[in-house]
């Protein structure tokens, strides 16, 4: 795909999220937008969004973990995407609903990275790069998506529909040994609305941030210290009602919350 192509179509989702319009299925010539095709848009998205110099990636984003989102959507691999430094927000914020076209909260395990990630390390070896890790919320914006008609390309084109991050306080993971079986709750108003387990991405937490280190290298921007991971939903995605509060609370992790205005 040329780089003029790549430009026209982000000239269209800029002005597409500007007028609120449903969001559609990325077609190149006629033909379905493939990974290589999703990832080019994705980062002229987040180049234009670093041009003025005042912004940074703070971490990335994993979705599609579970290998029936990956069957549904045509891949054999989770797809990623960039966290912006002014999207990072600590637990006890308010997002306001009128700022999204549809505001989706979902339920994660964030890891902190404390230094270079070895392409081929072990469990071990994985555990060692992780300073810290947090309950966590990311914030996504789906733009209405019709659920029956999904293809991973076109989520990864819009940076995985990534449009923030809630952090909880950060505590050390060296109690918390592969970050496997770590038992969640989502309460909504004060009240449990669903349950998971740090268990339900795939593969575990350490597989997601191995994941994320050879996606980051092969985009030529290796993961750096103090980057955010964050590893994928154990809760099915909650659409966000404005009035409402949002808890997450996995394992003895502080929890994190959030409440839509």
Known sequence: MHADQVRAIVDRFEADVKNRARFQLYRIDGRPATLEDAYAIQSEILARALRSGSDSVAGYKVGLTTAKMQTFCGVAEPIGGRILKSNVRASGAKIRKSEFHRLGIESELALRVGKAVPSDANAEDLI??????????????????????????????????????????????????????????????????????????????????????????????????????????????????????????????????????
């Not at 940076?159 to 079986?181: K, Q």
């Not at 966000?240 to 003895?252: C, H, K």
């Open 128 to 261: 060692a790069c992780v300073d810290a890790i947090a309950a966590a919320f990311e914030v996504i914006d789906d733009r209405d998506a019709d659920y029956d008609h999904l293809e991973a390309s076109s989520i990864a084109a819009e940076n995985s529909w990534n449009r923030g991050i809630v952090l909880g306080e950060a505590a050390s993971p060296s109690a918390f040994g592969d970050l496997r079986g770590l038992p969640g709750r989502l309460l909504v108003n004060g009240e449990p609305v669903a349950t998971g387990s740090s268990d339900d991405v795939m593969n575990g937490p350490l597989w997601v941030l191995a994941w994320v280190a050879r996606f980051a290298e092969q985009a030529g921007t290796p993961l750096q210290p103090a980057q955010w991971i964050m590893t994928g939903s154990i809760i099915p995605t909650k659409f966000a009602v404005a009035g409402d509060a949002y808890s997450f609370e996995l394992g003895t992790l502080p929890p994190v919350t959030v409440t839509i205005g």
